[in-house]
């Protein structure tokens, strides 16, 4: 019974999505032609991630293990770990005054409807091709000498492994942030892992657990930055199972 239940709650989940991205899509296509309306698209991409998150019965509470503060006009790059299809909506909903921009798997194009909206406001990139993983910092680059800042899972998937408490991370948010000098925010989620897995016959709604780490300095060198967060972020992790 419990299976069946889990299968009906990702049909709603199916049936929510579609019903949102039909209703605010067109909207955020048309915000998104020109650059300078960006942050207007954005305001209604963060209804549709509110509407996904809460529609499907999560809740969030936030810790902040930092007294760091997050300047409103400082673009950023965003990390956080990645268990769960849920984990995208979370910086959105989390920065309300950073318009974001996500890389993003190429597959994601193909979904009708979402997939001509998720185009506009990511730089996909297709991880089978180098070409694709360098041409990633240029449109990135060009991205935040918009406004945006960036979001970048650093672990570059989910592990197939659920024994994996956090991958090995990536470079690319590391280098764009000390490319670019821009602060990297340190994000921990904790419980999508349990409450939302990709396993459709499992999971259920609850309370996300979100720590704030930290505010790194991209002074700190690609290498620092990288050692630093992974370190964080899997402190947490371990301290909360």
Not at 40 to 50: E, G, L, M, S, V
Not at 83 to 105: A, E, N
Not at 159 to 164: A, G, H, I, M, T
Request: net charge positive.
């Amino acid at each position: 019974m419990t299976v069946i239940l889990n299968y009906l709650w990702r049909g709603w989940m199916i049936l929510l999505g579609a019903v949102l991205t039909l209703t605010l899509g067109i909207p955020v296509l048309l915000l998104s032609i020109r650059k300078e309306h960006y942050p207007y698209a954005y305001k209604i991409i963060r209804i549709w991630c509110f509407g996904m998150f809460y529609g499907m019965g999560f809740r969030y509470t936030l810790t902040a293990l930092t007294e760091k503060k997050i300047d409103p006009k400082t673009q950023y790059v965003f990390i956080a770990n990645h268990t769960s299809i849920m984990d995208v909506m979370l910086p959105c909903i989390l920065m309300p005054h950073h318009p974001l921009c996500y890389v993003g798997k190429k597959e994601l194009v193909k979904i009708p409807v979402f997939g001509t909206i998720y185009k506009r406001i990511c730089v996909m990139v297709d991880r089978n091709s180098a070409r694709s993983r360098a041409e990633v910092y240029r449109r990135c680059s060009e991205r935040m000498e918009e406004g945006q800042s960036i979001v970048i899972f650093p672990e570059g998937g989910v592990s197939d492994d659920p024994s994996v408490v956090l991958d090995k991370f990536k470079d690319g948010a590391f280098v764009l942030a000390n490319k670019h000098h821009s602060p990297l925010l340190v994000y921990t989620f904790v419980g999508l892992k349990e409450f939302f897995p990709f396993d459709a016959s499992k999971g259920r709604p609850g309370r996300i657990k979100i720590f704030f780490n930290d505010i790194l300095a991209p002074e700190m060198g690609v290498n620092g930055l990288k050692d630093e967060a992974y370190s964080q972020i899997k402190k947490v992790l371990l301290n909360s199972n």
